[in-house]
């Protein structure tokens, strides 16, 4: 089984609707938990941390739930500039990352 | 913000040939440097741990003597593949740790070996 695993798409949407994505980790022991988004043949780039309490930044939030180790990020009026792939990632303590495969989204006009 | 520089951005060798991959933190120093290699349509894998002055730590199935990692100072960390194979076409990515787990990217280095 993967450590981070994801779907990994392709999520099409128009502009404006709200998609969701879950990931799911399978090591309890993991500390601390991110969404990287990447865009083509370009460097994964931090797009937030994830938190026990949850956390929003502007139109997107991120859940984290330790009992079921799963994280999600949910983006609200989707932009087409918000098409990427997302990297779901997890630190397990040995302060290197480790990604999930990805999630692609496309946002269509 | 903290910068990391990597360079080349784009490589194409021969097949046999060796290529250097250089990775730099431009305004903090990174004792532990990260490198990472993506395939297409695939997940970023860590390969190894560069530490500053001491030997790197590899993943297992990552071959230590095909790429070889050196830290020789606390801004730069290099990648060597040695005897590149089409096989080892790849996206190669390093990352550093500032301060209490802050991990930043280099912009990548895309391998073509023909």
């Known amino acids: 089984r993967k450590e981070v695993e994801q779907d990994p798409g392709p999520f099409n949407v128009p502009e404006g609707a709200t998609v969701a994505f879950n990931c799911t980790y399978s090591?309890?022991?993991?500390?601390?938990f991110f969404w990287y988004r990447q865009d083509c043949r370009k460097e994964p780039k931090l797009l937030m941390s994830v938190y026990s309490s949850g956390n929003e930044d502007g139109r997107f939030t991120a859940q984290l739930n330790r009992a079921s180790q799963y994280i999600s990020l949910l983006i609200r009026d989707s932009k087409l500039s918000d098409s990427a792939t997302y990297l779901c990632v997890v630190n397990t303590g040995r302060r290197a990352l480790t990604f999930g495969s990805g999630t692609r989204l496309q946002v269509q006009p | 913000g903290a910068v990391v520089s990597q360079h080349p951005s784009r490589v194409i060798c021969k097949s046999g040939t060796s290529v250097k991959i250089e990775c730099r933190s431009l305004d903090f120093q990174a004792t532990t440097m990260f490198w990472y290699r993506q395939f297409p349509k695939q997940s970023l894998m860590l390969m190894a741990t560069?530490?500053?002055?001491?030997?790197?730590?590899?993943e297992q199935g990552v071959e230590k003597d095909k790429f070889l990692i050196n830290h020789a100072s606390l801004t730069l960390s290099t990648l060597t593949v040695t005897s590149a194979h089409p096989e080892d076409s790849s996206f190669y990515i390093c990352s550093a740790v500032q301060g209490p787990g802050e991990l930043f990217f280099g912009e990548g280095s895309r391998l073509t070996v023909l």
């Open positions: 090591n309890s022991a993991s500390q601390s």
């Open positions: 560069s530490n500053e002055g001491s030997k790197a730590t590899y």
